[in-house]
């Protein structure tokens, strides 16, 4: 059974920081391209941020870029999302998504999720 669990949100002024985690279990997690996406209310989820299985290499969307960082650990099986100098245009709930890729086909899981609030 696939289970990727988030960890980390909560409610943080702005200037703060948080780290969220991805735990991860059910697949192969080093053959996994993980990502973090977030959606505000009312508005499309969107994409934050992206490691590859190896974890050299990395894409952020501009509006993160310099603030956040994505990092994984493929013993752990877990993925984590550094937030520094958070903004109130942060807050958002936060998705952990994995692409499994096993021999022709990919597969893709999200976890429930994890609030972001970032207010003073």
């Known amino acids: 059974q696939v289970q990727l669990v988030e960890s980390g949100g909560g409610l943080v002024q702005p200037g703060g920081s948080l780290r969220l985690s991805c735990a991860a279990s059910?697949?192969?997690?080093?053959?996994?391209?993980m990502s973090w996406y977030r959606q505000a209310p009312g508005k499309e989820r969107e994409l934050v941020a992206t490691?590859?299985?190896?974890?050299?290499?990395?894409y952020y969307t501009d509006s993160v870029k310099g603030r956040f960082t994505i990092s994984r650990d493929n013993a752990k099986n877990t993925v984590y999302l550094q937030m520094n100098s958070l903004k109130p245009e942060d807050t958002a709930v936060y998705y952990c998504?994995?692409?499994?890729?096993?021999?022709?086909?990919?597969?893709?899981?999200w976890g429930q999720g994890t609030q972001v609030t970032v207010s003073s």
């Open positions: 490691i590859i299985r190896t974890g050299d290499s990395f």
């Open positions: 998504r994995a692409v499994h890729y096993d021999v022709a086909k990919a597969d893709y899981y």
């Open positions: 059910g697949f192969t997690f080093s053959n996994a391209v």
